[in-house]
């Protein structure tokens, strides 16, 4: 490809809000070009990294027994209501009416689909297992898109779907993909890890996440570097000091005047944060389908801990949480900076089970100015759900071996579930076993998304001058800057280093504007193409021209008549360190 037919231009700057790198990056680059909020045009270099990104996809799932297939952006909403996420999902989902005023949705995903499918096509165990994907347009009206590829509304994703007869085929699945996964982020020069995560609006039984660990990552995990621990905060367990056993004392009420917080109450009364017990208000709405409705849920938690809001919302059900209002409170009984479950009725209790465990905690006596000591949960109040509701952090001993855990940030690159059987339960995605017994087909769900795997790489492989692509990723792999003046050797040089290289099967940039040789390599270092070779009329008088990788600062000055081997050679050498990544990796479930 010639720059000066290329169809996108290198920007000096970005406007102010572009914050992250990777987003700065590949919008001077000429990579992407923002049309609305969350909504980006991939221009032709980013449309090549994404059909390299997307071939390596391709190449490992079909490794696995991976059949593509294409299925619909847009869906009847009646699978969705029969699956009941068009209840449960909020306003994320892209909902409109066509011109018969059915309702209908813009995919998020396709295991709706891909079980109406099931229905159609699998009839028997003898057709199973299956896996099947797509790689296609996604839609999720994301509030608060940012960090340009990282964030968006609408996206690209693979995902794809395994087919069995039962858990354990499912099982094998999970595990084929749990490895390829590690393949496809590796084969594209991207560290990441895999952790346990929440399964979310997914439903199912078991999922991971891979992470790219990050200081711009909005999740954070829990890590333990003693046994190899890893979790989403969402999900992260940890191991809690349990409290003394005591015998359960006599309830006393205690003046606390002025006294609203877990802090002000431990310094008033000389007592540790885990002798106290603090409540948190918030509304839920719970049920399923049309079934739904807003409840109030009251979590109590040690007064040394804090609740996690996606246990607690896993604990109950809740399909949205949000907090309670003080008249919301005062209504079931309750005093903000003084509330605890006692007396209370009308109220989802849900309590931790570090409470559950602890006697003889001070808690709220849900009086303007008074706590309670010695309460105890089953003799002062009892619960509606014990769960562990608490946030695992920093120094908090491994759930595993004990030793202290540690945050990261990280993005999460992708993600796989074991969904089970509810989509074909829902969508009649049943088959006939080997006993002639109709049994739901089980089902496994396995996403990535290939711009934000994209914005990573750039987020992880950049300087100060520019982009530093992987050799399997880069648009092309080797730019040519052409320094000539006009017609003569230096011209004629690069021409026919570019025709011989294209011959042998690499993929070119020739830089032929008619620009300055500074405003070049700036280019060159933006764009950031692995192997660039500059021929200069300077250079061709020594009977050289000087090849550089954009890794390195070292230039290299190659006789002309042996550029083409040299260069060919910085290639493979550069793809053969990616593919010595490609290793086995351990499975933790």
């Not at 699956?83 to 018969?100: I, L, S």
């Not at 099982?171 to 929440?198: M, P, T, W």
Request: glycine share 8%; hydrophobic share 40%.
């Amino acid at each position: 490809m010639r720059m000066s037919r290329l169809f996108s231009q290198t920007l000096r700057e970005v406007t102010a809000d572009v914050e992250v790198a990777s987003h700065q990056l590949l919008l001077r680059a000429g990579f992407i070009r923002p049309l609305a909020s969350g909504i980006f045009s991939y221009l032709p270099l980013a449309q090549r990294s994404m059909r390299k990104i997307e071939d390596i996809i391709r190449h490992e799932i079909n490794a696995i027994g991976g059949q593509e297939i294409t299925m619909p952006v847009v869906h009847p909403a009646e699978l969705w209501q029969r699956t009941g996420r068009w209840y449960a999902v909020g306003t994320e989902m892209g909902r409109f009416q066509d011109k018969n005023e059915r309702d209908m949705v813009l995919a998020m995903t396709h295991e709706e689909v891909v079980a109406d499918l099931v229905s159609r096509e699998i009839k028997s165990y003898k057709q199973l297992p299956q896996l099947v994907y797509h790689i296609q347009t996604k839609w999720r009206d994301d509030p608060r898109p940012r960090s340009g590829l990282i964030r968006v509304r609408e996206f690209t994703m693979k995902d794809s779907y395994s087919l069995d007869a039962d858990w354990e085929g499912l099982e094998k699945q999970y595990r084929a993909h749990y490895q390829q996964y590690f393949n496809i982020f590796h084969r594209c020069g991207l560290d990441v890890l895999a952790v346990r995560s929440d399964t979310g609006m997914m439903g199912g039984e078991l999922a991971h996440e891979y992470m790219y660990l990050t200081p711009i990552g909005e999740d954070t995990l829990l890590l333990c570097d003693g046994c190899g621990y890893s979790a989403n905060r969402q999900i992260a367990t940890f191991a809690k000091q349990a409290n003394p056993e005591e015998e359960p004392a006599a309830p006393e009420k205690i003046a606390t005047p002025n006294t609203t917080t877990i802090e002000e109450l431990t310094a008033l009364l000389d007592i540790p944060a885990h002798k106290t017990a603090k409540a948190l208000f918030l509304m839920a709405t719970v049920g399923d389908g049309r079934d739904k409705q807003d409840a109030f849920v009251l979590a109590v938690i040690r007064g040394d801990m804090e609740v996690n809001e996606t246990k607690l919302a896993n604990a109950v059900g809740a399909l949205e949480m949000w907090p309670a209002r003080d008249e919301e409170i005062r209504a079931i009984g309750v005093e903000p900076g003084y509330g605890s479950p006692i007396g209370v009725e009308g109220a989802l209790v849900v309590v931790d089970d570090s409470v559950a465990s602890s006697p003889n905690l001070v808690a709220g006596a849900n009086e303007p100015g008074y706590h309670l000591a010695n309460v105890n949960h089953g003799r002062d109040y009892t619960a509606n759900v014990v769960a562990d509701i608490a946030t695992a952090r920093q120094g908090d001993g491994c759930p595993n071996c004990g030793a202290a855990l540690r945050e990261s940030r990280g993005v999460e690159v992708g993600n796989i579930f074991q969904l089970g059987t509810k989509f074909t339960e829902a969508l009649g995605g049943d088959f006939l076993d080997a006993e002639g017994k109709a049994q739901p087909v089980v089902m496994g769900s396995y996403g990535i998304g290939v711009g934000r795997l994209l914005a990573c790489i750039a987020e992880e492989y950049h300087d100060e001058d520019g982009l530093v692509w992987p050799i399997a990723v880069a648009p092309y792999q080797v730019h040519i800057v052409l320094l000539a003046k006009g017609a003569g050797a230096a011209q004629d040089a690069g021409e026919q280093l570019y025709a011989d290289l294209m011959e042998r099967g690499i993929e070119v940039l020739l830089d032929d504007r008619r620009e300055n040789p500074g405003v070049k390599f700036n280019d060159a270092d933006l764009i950031g193409i692995p192997v660039r070779v500059t021929v200069g009329d300077r250079g061709l008088q020594q009977g050289i021209v000087e090849v550089k990788l954009r890794r390195e600062k070292e230039r290299r000055e190659t006789p002309v008549e042996q550029a083409v081997e040299y260069v060919v050679e910085q290639v493979e050498n550069l793809q053969r360190e990616l593919d010595e990544r490609v290793v086995g990796v351990e499975y933790k479930g």
